[in-house]
């Protein structure tokens, strides 16, 4: 029976149906009388009969307390509710997010009404630079703004299309703003994660034109609502110009036209696809992306970019692809510098812009690119360490020394001498004076600065260095020091390596046991080769990057030992004032100051921490006094007349086929690094320097004991006082032996049992200088002029050409 029917049978007379056949008959509900005399019919409990299975469900959730569902009831018979659960209902949570996107609408259009457009402000920031020596006197001003501006017609369409590839492939159909790429800078500003790609080319003007280079969330805002305005108010040509035209392009070029200019010799109007292509990849990074002084990762980038550029012209349909598959990369030409930094003036105002934007990169978070915005031409005051005294004494010394002797006419080989120094002061960190090639007009590259040439012998201090500060011991268990024995033979295969290696000596000479005293006097490189796999090249590496010599990508292999790696003398100098310092870290420091609008930049000291030990860089320094009283610089600078009894430290350096020679030394108040670099005059490749000046007897060869060392006294010698190094060890040349040498191992049973002071073969260098040294009487010149050095020679790494960087090195 259906429950209309049960219903209708009540209504009748109190009585069920009975059930259709199939279902289980159920007992008759009993009849109750009322005082009405009708009856009632009483309905028990499912329950209690044993009813179905639902009806026994309805009916427990009939109980006091429990509503249909069995929810917990309140007095007001409604369900009781948790407290997350009345918080967080679907009303309230879709109430306040209407709410927020409301709060945020009229925030914006608060915003977007109060904001306007304001004047442009690029000119007012472009001012001259003015850079000072120490003592407060001009050293250079700079600030002729190199800008020319050209109408969008005088730009070839194909240029154009080349920013908005590089840039922004939707330019001409968005409406000015990038929201994801606005969103992500916004947090990762707020973050202090710096800036990161995704503005529009509209939004790059405005932060060009209108606004500054600041890394704030109201900065960012507000180039949101002037970059819609603009939009709205300007043709997509009028901002393509405004931007092509006040973004900067490095070497000093702003706009387009200056920057066609400075790197093709051309008008913006006869640039090619290619060209164009090169200059849109450059708003990217300036500076890593200027193929003249880009290293081997900026090149391969900016490669990279150029091919990006090109690539998204053909996806957008505005290039022919078989036009732009024969297309090659149009290497710039050569940099011409701006008027006003000739001579060395050039190398130092670049010095000193380039550590003010690390500072700023640092500090603020920004890009490169945005550094060098902020500090080209801007307005700045810029003090420099430069003592303009010491500066004028090392750029005499190179010429009287060097480049007075160069004649191109006469000697191809003399047209390639390039020579690079920095003088420190290791007590402060200050870069007293520098120098970076014949003129920054002739030579664009800064020798002082440039890590593109092998330092060779002179890395050897810093395995000593490795060797003692970590308690190193030889493959015999002997503790490594400076009267430790070695065996001085020359291709004798080193122990304990993985990696085959047997360095000659210089002319294979043998020196057989020899002190590590010795072997630092003469250069020994087997003696080196084999204490660089005593300590571990992994450790002499470390300790070559905490002395402050940039170990980046080098392989530990055991031909780092004769310093086949690339560093500069800036590097080199900072190495070795570390030493001085007694082991207290020194980073060279161009900048003493730097201001703009009443504000200075706060400049980190040049001095560290502890890196070595005192008594390490002590025991080093005691040893390279050997080199220099009884070693490859000997003559140069020991006997050299302008000595008054200055305590000097050093070591010489000549790199594989003559392309480099060094001379890296010290007094306890200053520090110079000097290096001569061969560089072909036209490709600019790595060259020899041998027979440059027609004045060196026998091969020719330029050692680092030569002329490197010669200009070091000349300089050093000028501008020095009479000094003794207060050293705090037992050992090394500059104190009296206390102790017994220690041998490394036994070469041979018949080894002898006292070290050689000489090489056993007939190729042994010459220890007696010729007539040409120079005489011991002062002469009344300042500054003495050697014609031919004559000095023992220190070992050059000869032919071994393992490259650290080179994978395939490790099996030779």
Not at 263 to 274: E, K
Not at 387 to 398: G, H, I, R, S, W
């Amino acid at each position: 029976m259906g429950r209309a029917e049960e219903r209708k049978a009540r209504q009748r007379g109190g009585r069920r149906a009975a059930p259709p056949r199939g279902r289980p008959s159920q007992q008759p509900e009993p009849e109750t009388p009322t005082a009405a005399g009708t009856t009632t019919t009483v309905v028990e409990s499912p329950e209690a009969e044993g009813g179905t299975r639902a009806e026994r469900r309805r009916a427990a959730a009939k109980k006091p307390g429990k509503d249909g569902k069995g929810a917990k009831l309140g007095k007001d018979g409604k369900p009781v509710r948790g407290r997350i659960r009345r918080l967080f209902t679907w009303k309230k949570m879709l109430g306040a997010f209407f709410a927020c996107c409301l709060l945020g609408i009229g925030a914006f259009i608060l915003l977007y009404v109060m904001v306007g457009v304001p004047e442009g402000n690029a000119l007012a920031q472009t001012q001259s630079n003015v850079y000072k020596y120490s003592d407060g006197s001009v050293l250079a001003r700079k600030g002729t703004v190199n800008r020319e501006i050209v109408d969008l017609s005088k730009v070839p369409k194909e240029v154009q299309h080349t920013f908005v590839a590089a840039e922004n492939k939707t330019f001409y159909n968005d409406n000015g703003i990038d929201l994801k790429g606005m969103a992500r800078g916004l947090y990762n500003t707020v973050r202090g994660r710096g800036t990161q790609g995704g503005s529009t080319i509209t939004q790059q003007y405005v932060k060009n034109y209108y606004l500054d280079q600041d890394q704030t969330v109201t900065r960012k805002l507000k180039e949101l609502v002037i970059s819609l305005k603009v939009d709205r108010e300007k043709s997509k040509d009028d901002i393509l110009a405004g931007y092509i035209n006040t973004s900067y392009y490095g070497r000093g070029a702003y706009g387009i036209q200056a920057a066609a200019q400075a790197y093709y010799r051309v008008d913006a109007q006869d640039l090619n696809v290619q060209q164009g292509a090169y200059l849109a990849a450059l708003l990217q990074a300036p500076s890593q992306y200027d193929w003249a002084v880009a290293g081997p990762i900026g090149k391969k980038l900016v490669q990279q970019r150029w091919n990006y550029v090109l690539d998204n012209m053909v996806g957008q349909g505005w290039l022919d692809k078989s036009k732009r598959d024969g297309m090659k990369f149009p290497i710039p030409k050569a940099p011409k510098a701006a008027s006003g930094l000739e001579g060395q003036k050039g190398y130092l105002v670049e010095l000193a812009n380039t550590q003010l934007e690390n500072q700023l990169m640092k500090t603020q978070n920004i890009t490169r690119s945005e550094a060098e915005a902020l500090v080209v031409d801007q307005g700045w005051t810029i003090t420099l360490n430069i003592d303009p005294k010491k500066q004028t004494k090392l750029e005499a010394a190179v010429k009287s020394q060097l480049t007075s002797k160069l004649d191109g006419k006469k000697r191809k080989v003399d047209k390639n001498v390039q020579a690079g120094a920095v003088s420190v002061d290791p007590k402060t960190g200050k870069i007293v004076a520098l120098y970076g090639g014949v003129d920054y007009y002739k030579h664009y590259t800064n020798n002082a600065t440039r890590a593109d040439y092998q330092p060779a012998s002179t890395f050897k201090p810093i395995i000593l260095a490795a060797a003692v500060d970590q308690n190193a011991e030889t493959q015999a268990g002997k503790a490594i020091n400076a009267n430790t024995i070695y065996d001085g033979t020359s291709g004798r295969a080193v122990k304990g390596s993985d990696i085959a290696f047997a360095p000659p000596n210089e002319d294979d000479a043998d020196y057989g046991n020899i002190t590590v005293q010795t072997a630092m006097n003469k250069s020994v490189n087997s003696v080196f080769a084999q204490m660089g796999v005593d300590v571990g090249m992994k450790n002499v590496l470390k300790t070559a990057d905490d002395l402050g010599l940039d170990t980046t990508d080098l392989q530990a292999v055991p031909a780092m030992t004769l310093g086949t790696m690339g560093a500069s003398p800036l590097e080199m100098a900072g190495v070795y004032a570390t030493l001085d310092n007694h082991g207290a870290k020194v980073t060279p420091s161009i900048l003493a100051s730097a201001e703009k609008t009443g504000k200075k930049v706060d400049l980190p000291s040049p001095i560290g921490g502890q890196v070595i030990s005192r008594t390490t860089a002590d025991q080093v320094t005691s040893v390279l006094t050997g080199v220099v009283d009884d070693g490859t610089a000997k003559v140069s600078v020991a006997q050299n007349p302008l000595r008054k009894g200055q305590q000097v430290a050093g070591k010489t350096g000549t790199s594989d086929y003559n392309r480099s020679a060094w001379f890296t030394g010290y007094t306890p108040d200053l520090v110079t690094s000097v290096g001569l670099f061969g560089e072909d005059a036209k490709t600019h490749n790595q060259v020899t320097l041998t027979g440059a000046t027609g004045l060196i007897p026998g091969t020719g060869r330029i050692n680092g004991g030569g002329y490197p060392a010669q200009i070091w006294a000349a300089y050093t010698f000028g501008v020095t006082k009479k000094q003794k190094f207060d050293l705090n060890t037992t050992l090394g040349a500059a104190v009296k032996p206390t102790a017994t040498p220690t041998y490394s191992s036994t070469p041979s049973e018949t080894a002898s049992e006292s070290p050689s002071q000489t090489p056993t073969k007939s190729a042994t260098p010459s220890q007696t200088p010729t007539s040409q040294a120079p005489s011991q009487t002062p002469t009344k010149s300042a500054t003495p002029t050697t014609t031919a050095p004559s000095t023992p020679e220190e070992t050059p790494t000869g032919d071994v050409t393992d490259n650290p960087l080179d994978p395939a090195a490790d099996g030779q």
